[in-house]
């Protein structure tokens, strides 16, 4: 936890006394003043730490926290977005968790996002989705066969199997209303080392549902590997069931009122060469953004 919301818990400096270095947030204003900020803590712990070593103040080093922070967050966009084929630049950035909004600008524009969306309520924001989600349990197991060769009445057997012990966890965190069921496969030629993913009929499998799981492999092979091998034997190592139950059903706000809060207290001051914070100078060109 941050230096300067409990002082006495720790030396470390960390990105929200960075946050409070910069003005970024409020101290009158923090979790509505139910904690209590310790500037002087943040400050003392930014300079002497990391500040002292490098011969920095605590506002150039609050800057360069939040410098390498909003980088790597824009570099994991980029980076994701460039192993998916994306382009990033179309998309909305949704901005939500206890820092999220505050850095959202500065990522957005590293990451040459043009949109950004802060929801109402953005730092408990993970919260209510899990409140909203619906409880969902996973099995995957084991099992050797080959579509050639397959068991059905075990196999039928071994997804009874796992699909009343998928729905008894589900069960526990929703004991009423109704439950989607999935079933797959996870599939490969005869010597390969990965597997590929195909659904699978919701119900009891039977022999006349082996052609259409070789299709279905075989597009699935196709789309990923640009051609199938015909003839070659299909295997299934593992076999899985997902249980969920039915979302809830969301309201849709028509009318919001907006929140006015009071004018930051901390004054931040800019002039072509220096930056000055609570009375506290730099030099622009040293905590700059490139």
């Not at 390498?68 to 994701?80: F, K, L, Q, S, T």
Request: proline share 5%.
């Amino acid at each position: 936890m941050a230096l300067c919301i409990i002082a006495n818990l720790g030396r470390r400096a960390t990105v929200t006394d960075a946050d409070v270095m910069q003005g970024l947030i409020d101290p009158a204003l923090f979790a509505e003043g139910r904690l209590e900020i310790d500037v002087q803590a943040a400050e003392k712990a930014l300079a002497t730490e990391l500040g002292a070593p490098m011969g920095l103040n605590a506002a150039q080093v609050a800057h360069g926290i939040s410098e390498i922070v909003d980088e790597n967050m824009a570099g994991a966009g980029r980076m994701h977005a460039v192993e998916s084929g994306k382009d990033l630049s179309t998309r909305l950035m949704i901005a939500f968790g206890g820092n999220g909004p505050l850095h959202a600008t500065r990522v957005a524009r590293r990451a040459q996002v043009d949109r950004i969306l802060i929801p109402r309520d953005p730092g408990v924001g993970s919260s209510i989705g899990f409140l909203f989600a619906p409880v969902s349990f996973e099995i995957v197991r084991s099992r050797y066969d080959t579509l050639t060769t397959v068991d059905l009445n075990g196999l039928n057997a071994f997804f009874d199997g796992m699909i009343n012990d998928a729905e008894s966890v589900v069960r526990a965190g929703v004991p009423d209303g109704p439950l989607t069921r999935r079933r797959v496969g996870f599939m490969r030629y005869h010597g390969q080392g990965h597997e590929i993913e195909v659904a699978l009929p919701n119900r009891a499998l039977t022999q006349a549902d082996i052609p259409a799981l070789r299709n279905a492999f075989e597009v699935e092979y196709s789309r990923q590997f640009s051609r199938a091998v015909p003839g070659m034997t299909i295997e299934i190592l593992n076999w899985a069931v997902e249980v969920s139950s039915q979302p809830s059903a969301l309201r849709r706000v028509s009318d919001i009122t907006p929140i006015v809060l009071p004018k930051p207290s901390r004054g931040v001051k800019l002039s072509l060469s220096t930056v000055e914070i609570d009375g506290a100078q730099s030099e622009r060109s040293e905590i700059q953004a490139t």
